[in-house]
């Protein structure tokens, strides 16, 4: 869909105030507390900041999902207003356009969907169909919720039927799809508390040795032998924690 519409790429996150700063803060908190940790060196500092920068990434990736899921669950309701103003005889273009309000209640203003329902008042009104509009937004938001009502959507405008009740069921399965995701999540919340305790603990443990025994790790910095150790450890660490993402992720995909 060609337009000059401002449109959300959900793809290519857009930062909230402060939110850049605060991953920013956090991504140069990292890369210190590993110069400390494995090198003792300020000079450290600058290969280690690739870890800073794929912590970054991984806090980028992570806000888009949580931004897909929120857009989801709000797009649910907002199917759901639709086709309440459908058996009340609104054309469904219409019905899309009134239900801005009770998500604006709902969400605010500022919510995902009251912006891309915002995007499809301005489309409708430069006649854009609101098949196109829907395909976009699920195209741009890659949630596949979205997509497969758009699919629907787009078949019962051209076959007919009931499109209130094609609405209503397709809000229903959404829900069903949002709520099992939810219940993965809770199901794994001890499981993910584990995998972060286990990765500071190795962080803890060096910084109570530390500690309690001054001194005791000085044999491995700033000599070729205790950075080539410390190097190895480093590799092993990210190693572990890349492997603890990915089992996780695994039993995230068998469990849906």
Same mark, same amino acid.
Not at 20 to 40: E, I, P, Q, S, W
Not at 65 to 86: G, N, P
Not at 186 to 194: A, F, T
């Given at each position: 869909?060609?337009?000059?519409?401002?449109?959300?790429?959900?793809?290519?996150?857009?930062?909230?105030?402060?939110?850049?700063?605060?991953?920013?803060?956090?991504?140069?908190?990292?890369?210190?507390?590993?110069?400390?940790?494995?090198?003792?060196?300020?000079?450290?500092?600058?290969?280690?900041?690739?870890?800073?920068?794929?912590?970054?990434?991984?806090?980028?990736?992570?806000?888009?999902?949580?931004?897909?899921?929120?857009?989801?669950?709000?797009?649910?309701?907002?199917?759901?207003?639709?086709?309440?103003?459908?058996?009340?005889?609104?054309? *469904?273009?219409? $019905?899309?356009?009134? =239900?801005?309000? +009770?998500? !604006?209640?709902?969400?605010?203003?500022? @919510?995902?969907?009251?912006?891309?329902?915002?995007?499809?008042?301005?489309?409708?009104?430069?006649?854009?169909?609101?098949?196109?509009?829907? *395909?976009?937004? $699920?195209?741009?938001? =890659?949630?596949? +919720?979205? !997509?497969?009502?758009?699919?629907?959507? @787009?078949?019962?405008?051209?076959?007919?039927?009931?499109?209130?009740?094609?609405?209503?069921?397709?809000?229903?399965?959404?829900?069903?799809?949002?709520?099992?995701?939810?219940?993965?999540?809770?199901?794994?919340?001890?499981?993910?508390?584990?995998?972060?305790?286990?990765?500071?603990?190795?962080?803890?443990?060096?910084?109570?040795?530390?500690?309690?025994?001054?001194?005791?790790?000085?044999?491995?910095?700033?000599?070729?032998?205790?950075?080539?150790?410390?190097?190895?450890?480093?590799?092993?660490?990210?190693?572990?924690?890349?492997?603890?993402?990915?089992?996780?992720?695994?039993?995230?995909?068998?469990?849906?």
């Amino acid at each position: 869909m060609k337009t000059n519409l401002m449109r959300q790429v959900y793809h290519n996150y857009g930062w909230k105030k402060g939110e850049m700063l605060k991953a920013v803060v956090f991504c140069m908190g990292v890369t210190g507390l590993f110069a400390y940790f494995f090198y003792r060196s300020i000079l450290a500092l600058i290969p280690l900041s690739t870890i800073g920068l794929a912590a970054f990434g991984l806090i980028r990736k992570r806000k888009m999902e949580k931004a897909r899921e929120e857009l989801a669950a709000e797009f649910r309701e907002c199917i759901l207003a639709v086709a309440t103003s459908l058996q009340a005889g609104y054309s *469904v273009e219409n $019905a899309f356009l009134e =239900c801005r309000l +009770d998500m !604006a209640l709902m969400y605010g203003e500022e @919510a995902p969907i009251c912006q891309e329902l915002k995007l499809i008042k301005k489309g409708l009104h430069i006649n854009i169909s609101l098949e196109e509009l829907l *395909v976009d937004m $699920a195209r741009r938001s =890659c949630c596949e +919720d979205i !997509a497969q009502f758009a699919q629907i959507f @787009a078949l019962a405008k051209r076959n007919g039927g009931n499109m209130a009740e094609i609405i209503r069921n397709s809000a229903n399965q959404i829900g069903r799809q949002i709520e099992l995701r939810q219940e993965i999540q809770m199901l794994l919340g001890g499981k993910k508390m584990e995998l972060a305790i286990m990765k500071i603990m190795p962080f803890g443990i060096l910084l109570y040795i530390d500690v309690g025994n001054p001194g005791y790790f000085d044999f491995l910095y700033h000599n070729f032998i205790g950075i080539a150790v410390m190097t190895g450890c480093l590799g092993l660490y990210l190693g572990a924690y890349l492997l603890g993402e990915h089992i996780m992720k695994g039993i995230m995909a068998e469990m849906a």
